[in-house]
């Protein structure tokens, strides 16, 4: 399962780090995305590191704001969310595709439960 923490209230212009953990299996052979979603609309997809390479790609809405990271020791992968606008108000997820050279939330095989970030001020 996938387990997300990290999100919150903050203000914006103010920075947040999501968290992602694994457990019961191993990340190395998942790309790796953070989606999130707004009550009522589709899922966007904003940031991924694909499978085998790892190189990390990001949406045109966070790119430049938004890092990816993993920390394979731990079995985890941060979104460290910085210059935070109150559009990024939103339920983050995680998901991990098997094998993948891109996240496509169709082909999840782990979804995490979800965290709730709040921009406002």
């Known amino acids: 399962q996938l387990v997300e923490s990290g999100g919150g209230l903050v203000e914006p212009g103010g920075s947040l780090r999501l968290s992602c953990a694994a457990s019961?299996?191993?990340?190395?052979?998942?790309?790796i995305g953070w989606f999130r979603q707004a009550p009522g609309k589709g899922r966007e997809e904003i940031s991924c590191i694909n499978y085998p390479d790892r190189t990390t790609e990001y949406a045109d809405s966070v790119n430049g704001r938004f890092t990816m990271s993993r920390d394979n020791s731990k079995n985890t992968v941060y979104l460290h969310m910085d210059n935070l606008i109150p559009e990024d108000t939103d339920v983050y997820y995680c998901g991990a595709v098997w094998r993948a050279l891109a996240c496509v939330d169709r082909a999840v095989n782990y979804w995490g439960q979800g965290t709730l970030v709040i921009v406002s001020s």
């Open positions: 019961g299996f191993t990340l190395d052979k998942y790309a």
